[in-house]
């Protein structure tokens, strides 16, 4: 154990923000879990156990992936690219249809159901860091440089917004923050909105879930004049969060959780206030906060664009996905079906979420790495005991 963690490498706080969150990931999960065990006939310790398991393969997930030299990522992003397209198209067609959306593929054997978006948001944000970072010296140059990174976040928009519009948005603006950070002009940039304007009508009027995504916006627009069960999962989440007070009601004791459809996973903000209050509510979203403030430290010391852009790519898509999870279990909008990063139930996502996590700290690693070899003394080679204190470049 010792020797592990000597090993790990990173910025410390951000593991710190790994432990804290898988922490009250196991509270909350076996707070709220007892819905589930019930209807599935497993008990709470079960489900439990199994998502025991889960936390500590994405530790394992993350410590190889900080391991790894994050320039290794920009040598497959490709790859990644190459095979989640047909995964996402797969998923559209032949994939698991759960809760009125084909957004999983069944593991065979293991019992477990992989969300195909969790892929392509690694592989696109890969993509893209690669992209606008090789592509610097001619940035402006449509052919060359706008048309592959415009076709690629266009593509992975659309085959994931007729499954999931709400992560779908979510990834385009990462996208669009990363194109700003890499020096894409204004006007590709306006281009590429008013694509993914165009597309997303067409997933909202035109797309197969155009009821669902229609009749969400109007509940959260209108909810006098929603009818019970279309208001029901936030009516619920409003009386947890009411009844949580400041200090809360204390862990295991929420009775929401017995009302709440997937208190475990989409909703289970709503049950941490519930059970630990206002207290425990504003820890979670200085937790967050807090992580993206570590993040944009390894943003502004990475030496090199591609460890910057994926680093700050990485880190958006995650605080944007928690702060998303939180916003709508406080009614400040519609229903999304986002998990709450490395603390609600989710299986895979965990292990994704983790790799992300991963590749953070191995950009973390690598500026550390760097200021190591600046402040150590180099030995001339002209002199047996002579010693010259120089910079080393940071690669």
Known sequence: MHRILDNTKGDRWIWLIVI????????????????????????????????????????????????LDYRYYAGISKVM??????????????????????????????????????????????????????????????????????????????????????????????SILLLIIGRISIRQIAITCGAGFILLLGVIFLGPRRDTYVSRVKVFLHPELAKADKSFQGDHAKIAIASGGIFGKGPGNSTERNYLPESYSDEIYAIIIEEYGLVGGLAVVGIYLFLLYRCIKIVTKAPKAFGALLACGLSFSLTIQAFANMAVAVGLGPVTGVPLPLVSMGGTSILFTSIAFGIILSVSKDIEEGKKEKSEPKKDNTGPNKIIVGEIRTA
């Open 81 to 174: 690219m190459i095979v989640t397209i047909p995964l996402l198209v797969y998923t559209l067609v032949f994939g698991s249809h759960i809760n009125n959306a084909s957004r999983w593929i069944a593991i065979p054997g293991t019992g477990l159901s992989f969300q195909t978006s969790d892929l392509a948001k690694l592989a696109l944000i890969t993509y893209l860091a690669r992209t606008l970072s090789r592509k610097q010296e001619n940035i402006k140059d449509v052919k060359e440089s706008f048309l592959p990174v415009m076709g690629a976040v266009c593509l992975v928009f659309i085959l994931i917004a007729l499954a999931n519009l709400s992560t779908a948005l979510m990834l385009f603006g990462v």
């Open 20 to 67: 804290l969150l898988s922490v009250i990931s196991l509270l909350a999960v076996y707070s709220s879990v007892a819905t589930l065990a019930f209807k599935q006939g497993k008990g709470v310790e079960i489900l439990l156990m199994k998502h025991v398991l889960m936390i500590l393969g994405g530790i394992v997930l993350m410590y190889i992936s900080h391991k």
